[in-house]
């Protein structure tokens, strides 16, 4: 099973995606969380494909899944190699514990998260409303636990701008 990070943004654009566990990303030469080394940034990458149109979408290396309470950051490429002035143009933390998610997000929205059977993307498995918590922080929770007995697909979307992240767990 994969874990995927999505950033909706315009398209024809090079994004790329980095992992943090605190403010330590993980290495990808060396499959590991280490401390933040500027010569490093082009081994934080994780290559991400625009796929339909202003969705871009990669994978989370299954190593950095071994935290609990990942940041996920969407770049915006600027010039032709990757660098750490690339803006962030997208990002969120998931925290999976106990069947519960975390997600972070501007204050103030009304949030959903939605499940979906891998094999039938068209059935609805679940769909719990994410609660503010605490209210102002961004940081949205669900409050009972996702049905996890089969892999699914996932989406997180906004009673005004629609989906705003989507995944695989």
Do not use: C, R
């Amino acid at each position: 099973m994969t874990t995927e990070m999505t950033a909706i943004y315009t398209t024809g654009q090079t994004l790329y995606g980095v992992v943090l566990y605190g403010i330590q990303p993980w290495n990808n030469s060396t499959s590991a969380f280490e401390t933040y080394n500027s010569a490093n940034w082009a081994d934080y990458v994780i290559a991400m494909t625009e796929s339909p149109p202003e969705t871009y979408t990669g994978t989370v290396p299954v190593g950095a899944l071994s935290q609990i309470g990942l940041i996920l950051t969407s770049h915006l490429m600027v010039g032709a190699t990757v660098a750490i002035t690339d803006p962030i143009v997208a990002s969120g933390e998931i925290i999976q514990t106990d069947q519960t998610m975390q997600f972070g997000f501007w204050t103030g929205h009304t949030l959903t998260f939605n499940s979906y059977a891998q094999n039938a993307p068209a059935t609805l498995i679940q769909s719990i409303a994410l609660t503010e918590t605490p209210a102002g922080s961004g940081i949205y929770k669900t409050s009972t636990a996702i049905a996890l007995a089969q892999p699914i697909n996932f989406t997180i979307t906004d009673s005004v701008l629609g989906v705003v992240g989507t995944g695989v767990m």
